[in-house]
């Protein structure tokens, strides 16, 4: 008997989008099948659709009509709402972009809850997020979080811009930002969903709280996390090769999408 293909539709067709699809297609292709593309950009959205077998350019709405799996990859403006349009549609949904649905994520689960839906959070640029989980069974004390990235990951990012920070003559590792999750995510909402990512992991039990800085002299995405609870204390460093396509975005991000998406399918389920 053949197993059928779980159909994605992918909002948002930049480099992750696009690279995420390309790699399905290329190591998946037997369980899962990219059927329909969205993006305020219709361009980019029929060059990947050129790259597909079946893949259609269509509207948010078509999009979800015609897919099991609505996959977030657009940003952290439009995150809250594919997701909230997605689950209203009873379909399940995978956001990237995590940020954009901080501090409204309850609103989430309550419709996912009603509608019979699910939400995957792939694990992103880091690790260890099933420890972090399952801690929150014997209660989590602090979370924090402590990112490294060269200057071109961070150009452009709106803190930057709003703060005219020069990164170029930046010649030693420097803070440049230090502050809670919440506002880490608005200063940098394209740059570290990781720290948006620990409090949902968290469950409310504490407020993360991130510090970033800049260093000429790395060449990798570094997150360094520490948690503390009475059950483990945590230490979780990741040094991750930016990906080939888009310098701000870890290459384990996009990876840790793929893996999310095809184990849904799978009968064996590690670490979770």
Known sequence: MTKKKIKIGIVGCGAIG???????????????EVVALCDTNTERAQTLRRKLARAKVVSLRELIRL??????SASAKVSFIVAKQALLSKKHVL?????????????LFKIAQKNKAKIYFPSGAIC?????SALTLAGIE????????????LQGADYVVKNRLNLNEIKEEKVIFQGTALEAVKAFPQNINVVA??????????VPRGKVLVSPHSKKNVHMIEVKSRAARLEIKCENVPSP????????????AVRAIAGISDVVHIGV
Do not use: H, W
Not at 19 to 32: E, N, T
Not at 128 to 132: A, H, Q, R, S, T
Not at 197 to 206: D, K, P, S
């Open 18 to 32: 696009a690279s995420l699809a390309l790699i399905l297609k290329k190591r998946f292709k037997k369980s899962v």
């Open 67 to 72: 897919s099991d799996l609505v996959v977030e």
């Open 95 to 107: 956001i990237m972009s995590i940020g954009g649905i901080l501090e409204r994520e309850n609103e």
């Open 128 to 132: 260890g997020l099933d420890g972090i």
């Open 142 to 153: 602090a979370i924090t979080l402590k990112t490294i990235k060269p200057p071109e990951a």
């Open 197 to 206: 990512l620990l409090c949902i992991a968290a469950r409310g039990q504490v």
């Open 245 to 256: 396509d888009n310098p701000k975005t870890s290459y384990l991000a996009i990876l840790s």
